[in-house]
C-alpha cells in the first residue's frame, strides 16, 4: 500500500499560469515533506520542502502548502515557466528519519 | 564539487546473468541509499546504510538482490541472477549527518534492461 500518492499522473498549463500539484499521505506521524524535480535522464534535484509544524513554505515562485488534518500537501507554481516542464515527486519522512518515502511522481508539462 | 556518480549509466543484460551498479557518494556524507524507479511504482527504496553499515533492507526485493558498503566512498547494488522484472531506473542517493533537512542527493541513475 502506497503512503504517499500523487493521483494524478500528469498536467498541462500554459506558461504564466498557475501549476497546482497534489499529494496526499496514510500516516499522521510524517514530520517533513519534500518536492523533488526530476528532468529526464537526470536524477531528482531537492525543491522545496515544509515541515509538520508549518502549514505553507514560500521559495520564490514555488509554494508547498499543508494540511495535515486532511494529510494532503501541494505545490504551487507561479508562474509557470517551460522549464518547469519536469516529473514532481512528492515525498514524505518519518519520524525515526530513517528514509523518504516518494510518490509515483506527476509528469507538468507547460506551454508556451 | 562532484555529485553522486554511478555507473554504469546504462546497462543491458541477458536474464540469468550478474549485474552490478555502483555508487560514489558525496565526500564527507555519511548516509547512503539505493532507489529504483518504475513505471508502475515510482521511486521505491531499496536499502539505506549509515556510516557504512545496513540500516534498512526491507525494501530489497528478494534474495537476488544484495548491496554492501565496504567503505565510505563506494557502495555496490549486485543483481545475481538478473530477471527482466529488475528492469528499472537505479539511483544511488547520500546525506550529510542528520536529518534537519532531509534532503537527499541523488547520483543520475543506472538504467538497467534484461532482456
Known amino acids: 500500500d502506497q503512503q504517499v500518492k500523487q493521483n494524478s499522473p500528469s498536467l498541462s498549463v500554459q506558461e504564466g499560469r498557475i501549476s497546482i500539484l497534489n499529494c496526499d499521505y496514510t500516516n499522521s506521524m510524517f514530520d517533513y515533506f519534500l518536492w523533488y524535480k526530476k528532468y529526464p535522464a537526470e536524477g531528482p534535484t531537492f525543491l522545496i520542502s515544509i515541515s509538520s509544524i508549518k502549514d505553507k513554505n514560500e521559495d520564490g515562485r514555488f509554494t508547498v502548502f499543508l494540511n495535515k488534518s486532511a494529510k494532503h500537501l501541494s505545490l504551487h507554481i507561479v508562474p509557470s515557466q517551460p522549464g518547469d516542464s519536469a516529473v514532481y515527486f512528492c515525498a514524505s519522512r518519518n519520524q525515526a528519519g530513517t528514509a523518504l518515502i516518494f510518490g509515483k511522481g506527476t509528469t507538468l508539462s507547460v506551454s508556451s | 564539487d562532484a555529485g553522486v556518480i554511478q555507473s554504469p549509466r546504462h546497462e543491458v543484460t541477458e536474464m540469468g546473468q550478474e549485474v552490478t551498479l555502483r555508487c560514489k557518494p558525496i565526500?564527507?556524507?555519511?548516509?547512503l541509499f539505493w532507489y529504483r524507479q518504475t513505471m508502475m511504482r515510482g521511486l521505491e527504496l531499496l536499502i539505506y546504510?549509515?556510516?557504512?553499515?545496513?540500516?534498512?533492507d526491507s525494501g530489497m526485493p528478494e534474495d537476488r538482490f544484495s548491496a554492501k558498503m565496504p567503505n565510505a566512498s563506494f557502495s555496490t547494488l549486485k543483481i545475481q541472477p538478473s530477471e527482466p522484472r529488475d528492469s528499472a531506473v537505479y539511483f544511488c542517493a547520500s546525506s550529510s549527518a542528520g536529518w534537519n533537512t532531509g534532503e537527499l542527493f541523488f547520483g543520475e541513475g543506472s538504467r538497467l534492461t534484461v532482456l
Open positions: 546504510f549509515n556510516n557504512n553499515v545496513p540500516i534498512d
Open positions: 565526500s564527507g556524507h555519511n548516509s
